[in-house]
C-alpha cells in the first residue's frame, strides 16, 4: 500500500500562472515532508521541506502547504517558468521511527510557451 | 564541495549476472541511502548505510545487498539480476541527523537484457 501518494502523474501549466502540485498520504506518524525536483539523467535535487509543526513554508517561488487533518500537502510554483518542466517528487518520514524517506510516484509538470 | 557521484553511470547486463554499483557521498556525509527508480513504482527505498553499518532497509529480496567502508563510500550489490531490475539506480548522502533532506547522485542506470 503506497503510503505518499501523488495521483496525477502530469500536469501542464502556462507559463506565467502557478502550478499546483499535490501530495496525500497515509501514515499520521509522518511529520516530515519534503518536495524533490528531477530531471531527466539527472538525480532528484531537494526544493523545499515543511515540519508538521508548521501548515506553511514559503522560498521564492515555492510555496509548500500542508493540511494534517486531510494528510494533504502540496507545492505551488508562481509563476511557472519553462525551468520548472521537471518530475516532482514528494516525500515523507517519521521523527523517531525509521528514518526512512518514503517518496510517491512522482508528478511530471510540463511548463506551456 | 564535490557532489555525490556514482560509478558506473550506465550498464547492461544479461539474467542471471550480477552487479556492483558505487557511490561516493559528499565529503562529510556519513549516510548513504539506495534507490530504485522505475517508471511504474517511482522511487523506492532500498537501504540505508550509516557509519558502515546499514540501519535501515527496504522491502526488496536479498538478492539486493550493500556496504559501507570507513571512508563512507558505498557499494550496492544486485546478484542474479532479472529483467525487472532494470532501472535507475539512485545513491543520496547526508550527514545522518534526523530528517534531514538528502542529495542525490546522477544515477547509474541499469539496463538487463
Known amino acids: 500500500d503506497q503510503q505518499v501518494k501523488q495521483n496525477s502523474p502530469s500536469l501542464s501549466v502556462q507559463e506565467g500562472r502557478i502550478s499546483i502540485l499535490n501530495c496525500d498520504y497515509t501514515?499520521?506518524?509522518?511529520?516530515?515532508f519534503l518536495w524533490y525536483k528531477k530531471y531527466p539523467a539527472e538525480g532528484p535535487t531537494f526544493l523545499i521541506s515543511?515540519?508538521?509543526?508548521?501548515d506553511k513554508n514559503e522560498d521564492g517561488r515555492f510555496t509548500v502547504f500542508l493540511n494534517k487533518s486531510a494528510k494533504h500537502l502540496s507545492l505551488h510554483i508562481v509563476p511557472s517558468q519553462p525551468g520548472d518542466s521537471a518530475v516532482y517528487f514528494c516525500a515523507a518520514s517519521a521523527m523517531g521511527r525509521d528514518d526512512k524517506i518514503i517518496f510517491g510516484k512522482g508528478t511530471r509538470l510540463h511548463i506551456l510557451p | 564541495k564535490a557532489g555525490v557521484t556514482q560509478t558506473p553511470r550506465y550498464l547492461i547486463k544479461t539474467r542471471g549476472q550480477q552487479v556492483t554499483l558505487s557511490c561516493s557521498p559528499i565529503s562529510g556525509h556519513r549516510s548513504v541511502s539506495w534507490y530504485q527508480q522505475t517508471p511504474g513504482q517511482g522511487l523506492q527505498f532500498l537501504f540505508e548505510?550509516?557509519?558502515?553499518?546499514?540501519?535501515n532497509k527496504g522491502n526488496f529480496p536479498g538478492r539486493f545487498s550493500g556496504r559501507q567502508f570507513s571512508n563512507s563510500r558505498s557499494e550496492m550489490n544486485v546478484s542474479t539480476l532479472e529483467l525487472g531490475d532494470s532501472a535507475l539506480y539512485l545513491c543520496a548522502s547526508s550527514l545522518g541527523q534526523d530528517q534531514e533532506t538528502q542529495y542525490f547522485g546522477p544515477g547509474t542506470r541499469l539496463l538487463v537484457l
Open positions: 548505510y550509516f557509519s558502515e553499518t546499514q540501519r
Open positions: 501514515n499520521s506518524m509522518f511529520d516530515y
Open positions: 515543511i515540519s508538521s509543526i508548521k
